[in-house]
DNA sequence: CTGTTAGCGCGTTCAT
DNA sequence: ATGAACGCGCTAACAG
């Protein structure tokens, strides 16, 4: 069922066919009713790919991440999608989450993903504080919004989280709560959040005056598992931290679990948060104190942005800071003493 | 950069360099060599859509999963994206995952998409007893596979867990620990996974001759809420189950949630058994005793097998049934005398 | 208003 | 071993 077969059986030009379907205005009403009408009945649809090869568009978007072992932070990966798709479904266009392992073949993989022409447009998350991605998609004038800012990259559409803001909030709570010894378990620094949070945490601590000695900051994998671990070095030093601010939820369940191994209590012996409201973490034990981050609305906004910059919008303008809010909860509480 | 420019600086015919290219053996070696180093040098690529067009092939499979609010399962498909990926990737196939949400719309996005015709071949996962997306699937002879298993469809490839030997291993286990009362709080039963998990626990509690009215089935959302809110209920019955199935882990933790909350101990007062293994839950207070479940294996599977399928092979015999494993931890004890 | 024609970029059969 | 020519299915500039 081509556009040729609908337009004989019309007796019509192809070219007719074609344009009384695409809405142009220099074809009859009466000819364009009989051919929205046969191609109703015929069930036409047109090809795709046909399609696709005649306009150069594809009618899909990329939703690319970075993919490694030891990373447990993928149910926001699909919580992000949901709020994409959710958003250009109603413009007809196809949402494709993609992940590209993050090892030594990562950029050829990508430029493979880019040389398939198979979206006309990129959202990008995961951003580095130098991210030769965000280079990439440039230089190929690929159409593109990330998801967290990049700090040495040319300036570019984004939609990000206050990571400093919040940790800074979050750390001076702390300091109000008493704690002198505050660590901070932190994800790997080119990573632009982790980079961020940790100046927020810095901002808190110089304010407070509190000396960098007393107030470690360890670099890990976005796991439970390396929560515990970290959090278990820690409590073993001679002046151990009285709170632990973590990166990520998951970070923060394990160092809970170190912390009660150790014969202490969360919240009353040392204070934890965590980042990013995990459903599981209310259900803790003490309840994890954490902040809050409003991950489908960022991937609403992350659409809508694509949208304008595939539109050919200026991009220096584009882009959406959240401010995420801190959920004190009872694994936080006021120093020991 | 087309085949056509290519072609010329070369002298030579498109069709010439076409077959160079693409390995035929009617051309002679010589010119292959300098074909082949001309398109190095010259940085050529052939344009994917032309290719598509003209070969009806996309070099792509696509990864579909339903989202809908209320279900926290969300990292597992990642996780099969993580091993569908590794494999398609090596043989040039890019993996697109792409959700379809769960609701009246779901039967036309879904045609929509199998008709964007963006792929060679589908995964479909979170199958249901009675699933219209594998009826529409082989109506229009899409190459698939399924993570889980179906009822009422006819026959196709499919890989999935052995949800019945595990649960009923995983209660019987409890009965062994003197249960007599053993609660199950299960996902939906049109999803075939949730059907299966019940069809074990019932083997399970037929073969101990338990009676059904002290063993209680629940069906509920996947998330911790979900969870606390039906472990509650369960609770206040005259005769409260000593043991709870959970059919994912995330159940669990809010069920052990709503243990504490009663003033009871997870483990020593009610037993509580999740499955998944999520990385969490062995930092649970007290660890989760779940059911072991290898996600990333059953992606590679899945990725293998659908290359069977597209390759032509017969349906018929192609699944593969992997055994989950119970790993008990202190959620999971004898019952309280 | 409609039809003719020319791409889009590639794969492939059929002569030579 | 090579080239000419056609098809894939559709869009769009041009002519009438």
């Known amino acids: ?128 504080t130098n991210d030769p991605r965000v280079a990439l998609l440039q230089e190929r004038r690929v159409p593109f919004v990330t998801y967290g800012r990049t700090q040495d990259n040319a300036p570019h559409a984004w939609v990000d989280a206050d990571n400093v803001g919040a940790f800074e909030q979050a750390t001076r709570k702390l300091v109000e709560l008493g704690h002198r010894r505050i660590a901070l378990i932190n994800g790997m620094p080119h990573m632009n959040f982790a980079n961020q949070r940790e100046v927020g945490f810095r901002q808190a601590l110089q304010a407070a005056g509190l000396s960098e000695s007393a107030c470690p900051v360890h670099y890990t994998e976005l796991t439970a598992e390396s929560g515990e671990h970290v959090a278990t070095q820690l409590l073993q030093l001679k002046s151990p931290p009285t709170a632990m601010m973590c990166c990520v939820d998951a970070v923060a369940l394990g160092a809970m679990a170190a912390i009660k191994k150790a014969g202490l209590r969360p919240g009353a012996d040392v204070s934890v948060v965590g980042y990013g409201n995990s459903p599981v973490g209310i259900f803790a034990d003490p309840p994890l104190a954490t902040i809050d981050h409003a991950v489908i609305d960022n991937g609403r906004s992350l659409a809508e942005l694509l949208l304008l910059v595939m539109n050919g919008e200026n991009v220096h303008n584009l882009c959406v800071l959240e401010e995420p809010v801190l959920i004190e909860r009872a694994s936080m509480g006021p120093v020991a003493r």
């Open 1 to 128: 069922m081509s556009i040729q077969t609908l337009a004989q059986s019309l007796g019509l030009s192809i070219s007719t066919v074609s344009r009384a379907l695409n809405g142009y205005s220099d074809v009859s009403a009466a000819t364009r009713e009989r051919v929205f009408e046969a191609a109703k009945r015929m069930n036409y649809k047109p090809h795709p790919v046909a399609h696709r090869l005649a306009t150069g568009k594809t009618g899909a978007i990329a939703l690319i991440t970075s993919i490694r072992p030891g990373n447990d932070q993928e149910a926001t990966f699909v919580s992000i999608m949901r709020g994409v798709s959710q958003v250009l479904r109603q413009r007809q266009l196809f949402t494709m989450g993609m992940g590209i392992p993050m090892d030594e073949t990562e950029m050829s993989e990508f430029e493979r993903l880019l040389s398939g022409r198979l979206f006309d447009g990129v959202i990008l998350t995961r951003t580095r």
